[in-house]
Protein backbone atom coordinates (compact mmCIF):
# COMPACT_ATOMS: atom_id res chain seq x y z
CA UNK A 1 0.00 0.00 0.00
CA UNK A 2 1.41 3.33 -1.04
CA UNK A 3 2.69 5.00 2.31
CA UNK A 4 4.89 8.44 2.66
CA UNK A 5 4.92 11.94 2.42
CA UNK A 6 3.27 13.91 -0.34
CA UNK A 7 4.21 17.78 0.18
CA UNK A 8 1.55 19.57 -2.43
CA UNK A 9 1.50 22.89 -3.84
CA UNK A 10 -2.26 23.68 -2.64
CA UNK A 11 -4.21 25.58 -5.55
CA UNK A 12 -6.49 28.35 -4.44
CA UNK A 13 -10.56 27.62 -4.00
CA UNK A 14 -9.80 24.01 -2.86
CA UNK A 15 -10.18 23.41 0.88
CA UNK A 16 -7.54 21.11 2.66
CA UNK A 17 -9.57 18.33 2.82
CA UNK A 18 -10.68 18.52 -0.69
CA UNK A 19 -7.11 17.62 -1.77
CA UNK A 20 -6.66 15.09 0.44
CA UNK A 21 -10.22 13.46 -1.10
CA UNK A 22 -8.94 13.80 -4.66
CA UNK A 23 -5.26 12.12 -3.25
CA UNK A 24 -7.11 9.26 -1.68
CA UNK A 25 -9.05 8.24 -4.86
CA UNK A 26 -5.94 8.96 -6.42
CA UNK A 27 -3.35 6.73 -4.72
CA UNK A 28 -6.12 3.87 -4.19
CA UNK A 29 -5.37 4.56 0.13
CA UNK A 30 -8.23 5.84 2.58
CA UNK A 31 -5.44 6.67 5.39
CA UNK A 32 -4.81 10.45 3.81
CA UNK A 33 -4.02 13.22 6.37
CA UNK A 34 -2.58 16.92 6.07
CA UNK A 35 -0.54 18.90 8.24
CA UNK A 36 -1.80 22.29 8.96
CA UNK A 37 -5.24 23.49 7.67
CA UNK A 38 -5.14 26.05 4.63
CA UNK A 39 -8.19 28.05 3.80
CA UNK A 40 -9.46 28.14 0.42
CA UNK A 41 -7.91 31.00 -0.62
CA UNK A 42 -4.58 30.29 0.62
CA UNK A 43 -1.99 28.56 -1.73
CA UNK A 44 1.28 26.74 -1.29
CA UNK A 45 2.58 24.08 0.97
CA UNK A 46 -0.05 21.24 2.03
CA UNK A 47 2.19 18.12 4.12
CA UNK A 48 -0.22 15.82 2.92
CA UNK A 49 0.53 12.08 4.61
CA UNK A 50 -0.20 8.59 3.53
CA UNK A 51 -0.49 5.27 4.57
CA UNK A 52 1.34 4.25 7.66
CA UNK A 53 2.90 7.71 7.33
CA UNK A 54 -0.44 9.69 8.72
CA UNK A 55 1.07 8.44 12.12
CA UNK A 56 3.72 11.19 12.07
CA UNK A 57 0.89 13.94 11.34
CA UNK A 58 1.07 14.65 15.02
CA UNK A 59 4.48 15.73 15.02
CA UNK A 60 4.12 17.40 11.76
CA UNK A 61 1.25 19.70 12.76
CA UNK A 62 3.16 21.31 15.79
CA UNK A 63 6.27 22.72 13.86
CA UNK A 64 6.91 26.08 12.67
CA UNK A 65 5.13 27.59 9.23
CA UNK A 66 6.32 30.63 6.77
CA UNK A 67 3.71 32.75 4.94
CA UNK A 68 3.62 35.46 2.31
CA UNK A 69 0.86 37.17 3.28
CA UNK A 70 -0.94 39.87 1.37
CA UNK A 71 -1.74 43.14 4.09
CA UNK A 72 -4.79 45.48 2.31
CA UNK A 73 -4.83 48.31 4.42
CA UNK A 74 -8.25 50.96 4.44
CA UNK A 75 -10.41 47.98 4.65
CA UNK A 76 -12.15 46.00 7.45
CA UNK A 77 -14.23 42.63 6.65
CA UNK A 78 -16.28 40.44 8.68
CA UNK A 79 -13.81 37.22 7.88
CA UNK A 80 -10.40 39.76 8.03
CA UNK A 81 -9.81 38.90 4.45
CA UNK A 82 -11.17 39.84 0.91
CA UNK A 83 -13.44 37.00 0.57
CA UNK A 84 -15.52 38.39 3.22
CA UNK A 85 -18.16 41.25 3.46
CA UNK A 86 -16.65 44.94 4.11
CA UNK A 87 -17.48 46.87 6.64
CA UNK A 88 -15.40 49.60 6.80
CA UNK A 89 -13.51 51.75 4.17
CA UNK A 90 -10.69 54.52 5.54
CA UNK A 91 -8.37 56.68 3.81
CA UNK A 92 -4.58 55.75 4.04
CA UNK A 93 -1.53 57.07 4.33
CA UNK A 94 0.89 54.95 5.24
CA UNK A 95 4.51 54.63 4.11
CA UNK A 96 6.66 51.63 4.20
CA UNK A 97 8.45 53.03 7.15
CA UNK A 98 5.57 53.27 8.93
CA UNK A 99 4.29 49.88 8.62
CA UNK A 100 7.65 48.38 9.46
CA UNK A 101 7.66 50.51 12.73
CA UNK A 102 4.06 48.74 13.09
CA UNK A 103 5.67 45.49 13.50
CA UNK A 104 7.77 45.12 16.47
CA UNK A 105 4.49 44.36 19.20
CA UNK A 106 3.49 41.48 16.73
CA UNK A 107 6.68 40.17 16.86
CA UNK A 108 7.59 37.33 19.90
CA UNK A 109 5.05 35.60 22.06
CA UNK A 110 1.72 37.32 21.50
CA UNK A 111 -1.95 37.24 22.81
CA UNK A 112 -4.32 36.94 19.86
CA UNK A 113 -7.87 36.56 19.65
CA UNK A 114 -8.71 34.23 17.17
CA UNK A 115 -11.56 35.16 14.34
CA UNK A 116 -14.90 34.59 14.48
CA UNK A 117 -14.84 33.11 10.92
CA UNK A 118 -13.06 30.08 12.33
CA UNK A 119 -13.54 26.83 13.24
CA UNK A 120 -12.27 27.03 17.23
CA UNK A 121 -15.30 25.61 18.86
CA UNK A 122 -16.90 27.59 22.14
CA UNK A 123 -19.37 25.81 23.74
CA UNK A 124 -19.60 22.95 21.22
CA UNK A 125 -20.25 25.44 18.64
CA UNK A 126 -18.28 25.99 15.68
CA UNK A 127 -17.05 30.08 15.22
CA UNK A 128 -18.26 29.99 11.71
CA UNK A 129 -21.47 28.57 12.40
CA UNK A 130 -22.13 30.94 14.75
CA UNK A 131 -20.55 34.27 12.69
CA UNK A 132 -23.16 32.93 9.73
CA UNK A 133 -26.12 33.31 11.63
CA UNK A 134 -24.98 36.88 12.30
CA UNK A 135 -23.71 36.15 15.77
CA UNK A 136 -20.52 37.12 17.51
CA UNK A 137 -19.47 35.75 21.28
CA UNK A 138 -16.74 35.95 23.17
CA UNK A 139 -13.25 34.21 22.18
CA UNK A 140 -10.63 34.19 24.99
CA UNK A 141 -7.06 34.65 23.74
CA UNK A 142 -4.66 32.47 22.94
CA UNK A 143 -0.85 32.48 22.82
CA UNK A 144 1.09 32.64 20.12
CA UNK A 145 4.50 33.12 18.66
CA UNK A 146 5.52 35.46 15.43
CA UNK A 147 9.60 34.27 15.01
CA UNK A 148 9.91 36.95 12.50
CA UNK A 149 7.88 39.64 10.83
CA UNK A 150 9.36 41.64 8.00
CA UNK A 151 7.53 44.07 5.07
CA UNK A 152 9.12 42.07 1.95
CA UNK A 153 7.50 44.59 -0.58
CA UNK A 154 4.86 47.69 -1.24
CA UNK A 155 2.49 46.78 -3.87
CA UNK A 156 0.60 50.54 -4.23
CA UNK A 157 -1.10 52.93 -1.44
CA UNK A 158 -2.56 50.46 0.43
CA UNK A 159 -1.46 47.00 -0.56
CA UNK A 160 1.84 44.94 1.40
CA UNK A 161 3.28 41.82 1.39
CA UNK A 162 4.52 40.71 4.68
CA UNK A 163 6.75 37.24 5.14
CA UNK A 164 5.41 36.01 8.52
CA UNK A 165 7.43 33.22 10.50
CA UNK A 166 5.10 31.81 13.31
CA UNK A 167 3.87 29.42 15.41
CA UNK A 168 1.03 26.20 15.32
CA UNK A 169 -2.42 28.19 15.58
CA UNK A 170 -1.77 31.98 14.20
CA UNK A 171 -4.06 33.22 12.17
CA UNK A 172 -2.52 35.48 9.46
CA UNK A 173 -5.62 37.16 8.27
CA UNK A 174 -6.00 38.01 12.40
CA UNK A 175 -2.55 39.70 12.61
CA UNK A 176 -3.02 41.65 9.26
CA UNK A 177 -6.80 42.85 10.87
CA UNK A 178 -4.85 43.37 14.33
CA UNK A 179 -1.82 45.48 12.11
CA UNK A 180 -4.20 47.78 10.21
CA UNK A 181 -5.98 48.58 13.60
CA UNK A 182 -2.94 49.77 15.25
CA UNK A 183 -2.09 51.76 12.34
CA UNK A 184 -5.65 53.46 12.67
CA UNK A 185 -6.83 52.56 9.54
CA UNK A 186 -8.43 49.25 9.53
CA UNK A 187 -6.66 46.67 7.55
CA UNK A 188 -7.62 42.89 5.79
CA UNK A 189 -5.61 40.27 4.20
CA UNK A 190 -6.07 40.06 0.03
CA UNK A 191 -3.56 36.75 -0.69
CA UNK A 192 -1.77 34.36 1.40
CA UNK A 193 0.84 31.88 0.14
CA UNK A 194 2.84 29.10 2.53
CA UNK A 195 5.98 28.76 1.75
CA UNK A 196 7.23 26.57 4.84
CA UNK A 197 5.25 24.06 6.54
CA UNK A 198 6.65 20.95 8.62
CA UNK A 199 10.17 22.10 7.54
CA UNK A 200 8.96 21.36 3.82
CA UNK A 201 9.60 24.37 1.62
CA UNK A 202 7.63 25.47 -1.82
CA UNK A 203 10.84 23.82 -3.52
CA UNK A 204 9.95 20.28 -2.75
CA UNK A 205 5.90 20.93 -3.68
CA UNK A 206 4.45 19.40 -6.24
CA UNK A 207 0.94 21.12 -7.99
CA UNK A 208 -1.77 19.00 -7.31
CA UNK A 209 -2.55 18.66 -11.33
CA UNK A 210 1.11 17.20 -11.52
CA UNK A 211 0.22 14.66 -9.24
CA UNK A 212 -3.00 14.20 -10.44
CA UNK A 213 -1.67 13.74 -13.81
CA UNK A 214 1.05 11.46 -12.90
CA UNK A 215 0.88 8.11 -14.08
CA UNK A 216 2.70 6.40 -10.95
CA UNK A 217 1.65 9.48 -8.15
CA UNK A 218 2.66 6.97 -5.28
CA UNK A 219 6.58 7.56 -6.64
CA UNK A 220 6.03 10.89 -5.44
CA UNK A 221 6.06 9.88 -2.26
CA UNK A 222 8.77 10.92 0.19
CA UNK A 223 9.57 7.79 2.63
CA UNK A 224 7.88 8.95 6.27
CA UNK A 225 11.61 8.21 8.02
CA UNK A 226 12.67 11.39 6.01
CA UNK A 227 10.76 13.81 8.17
CA UNK A 228 12.79 12.17 10.84
CA UNK A 229 16.15 12.93 9.45
CA UNK A 230 17.63 15.13 12.34
CA UNK A 231 17.63 11.98 14.88
CA UNK A 232 20.00 9.59 14.44
CA UNK A 233 19.83 5.87 12.85
CA UNK A 234 19.34 2.74 14.90
CA UNK A 235 19.25 -0.63 13.34
CA UNK A 236 18.47 -4.02 15.53
CA UNK A 237 19.03 -7.34 15.17
CA UNK A 238 15.93 -9.94 14.30
CA UNK A 239 15.25 -11.02 18.03
CA UNK A 240 15.29 -6.88 19.28
CA UNK A 241 13.07 -5.53 16.09
CA UNK A 242 10.74 -8.08 17.34
CA UNK A 243 10.65 -6.81 20.45
CA UNK A 244 9.57 -3.49 18.54
CA UNK A 245 7.34 -5.07 16.85
CA UNK A 246 5.25 -6.22 19.66
CA UNK A 247 5.35 -2.66 21.34
CA UNK A 248 7.89 -3.98 24.19
CA UNK A 249 10.43 -1.87 26.27
CA UNK A 250 14.02 -3.71 26.54
CA UNK A 251 17.35 -2.60 27.53
CA UNK A 252 19.86 -1.74 24.70
CA UNK A 253 23.54 -1.58 26.64
CA UNK A 254 26.01 0.94 25.42
CA UNK A 255 23.30 3.27 23.67
CA UNK A 256 23.14 6.84 24.52
CA UNK A 257 19.77 8.80 25.68
CA UNK A 258 17.97 10.36 23.37
CA UNK A 259 15.52 10.18 20.03
CA UNK A 260 16.16 7.41 17.34
CA UNK A 261 14.82 6.44 13.80
CA UNK A 262 14.76 2.67 14.77
CA UNK A 263 15.11 0.32 11.63
CA UNK A 264 14.79 -3.89 11.40
CA UNK A 265 17.75 -5.74 10.16
CA UNK A 266 16.17 -5.90 6.55
CA UNK A 267 15.71 -1.31 6.78
CA UNK A 268 12.34 -1.22 7.33
CA UNK A 269 11.77 1.71 9.15
CA UNK A 270 9.92 0.63 12.52
CA UNK A 271 9.66 3.45 15.02
CA UNK A 272 10.91 6.68 16.36
CA UNK A 273 12.13 5.49 19.83
CA UNK A 274 13.65 7.14 23.13
CA UNK A 275 16.56 5.91 24.96
CA UNK A 276 15.72 7.19 28.45
CA UNK A 277 17.73 5.46 31.39
CA UNK A 278 19.35 2.13 29.59
CA UNK A 279 16.15 1.36 28.13
CA UNK A 280 14.40 1.91 24.53
CA UNK A 281 11.45 2.59 23.99
CA UNK A 282 8.59 3.47 21.31
CA UNK A 283 7.59 6.95 20.30
CA UNK A 284 5.32 6.04 17.16
CA UNK A 285 5.91 3.10 15.70
CA UNK A 286 5.56 3.23 12.11
CA UNK A 287 6.13 -0.53 10.56
CA UNK A 288 2.84 -1.94 8.45
CA UNK A 289 0.81 -4.38 9.85
CA UNK A 290 -0.07 -7.19 8.10
CA UNK A 291 -3.16 -9.38 8.00
CA UNK A 292 -2.45 -12.69 10.62
CA UNK A 293 -2.13 -15.93 8.34
CA UNK A 294 -4.47 -18.62 8.93
CA UNK A 295 -1.30 -20.47 10.84
CA UNK A 296 -1.67 -17.42 13.11
CA UNK A 297 -5.23 -17.01 13.46
CA UNK A 298 -5.58 -21.17 14.04
CA UNK A 299 -3.14 -20.30 17.25
CA UNK A 300 -5.13 -17.64 18.52
Known amino acids: MPSGILIIDKPQDWTSMDVCAKLRRCLGERRIGHAGTLDPMATGVLPVFAGRATRAVEFASEGEKEYLAGLRLGQVTDTQDTTGTVLETHPVSVTREQL ?26 KLYELARKGKEVARPPRSITIFSLTVEEQVNETDFLLRVRCSKGTYVRTLCHDLGQALGCGGTMFSLRRTMAAGFTLEQAHPLEEVLSC ?48 YGADGDFLALSRMEQGKLTTIKSFFEVSAPTAKEREQH
Not at 100 to 125: C, D, H, N, T
Not at 238 to 250: I, P, S
Open 215 to 262: PDPASLLTPVDAYFAKYPALTLPLNLEKKVRNGMAFPLPGTPDGEYRV
Open 100 to 125: EGALEPFRGAIQQVPPMYSAIKIQGK
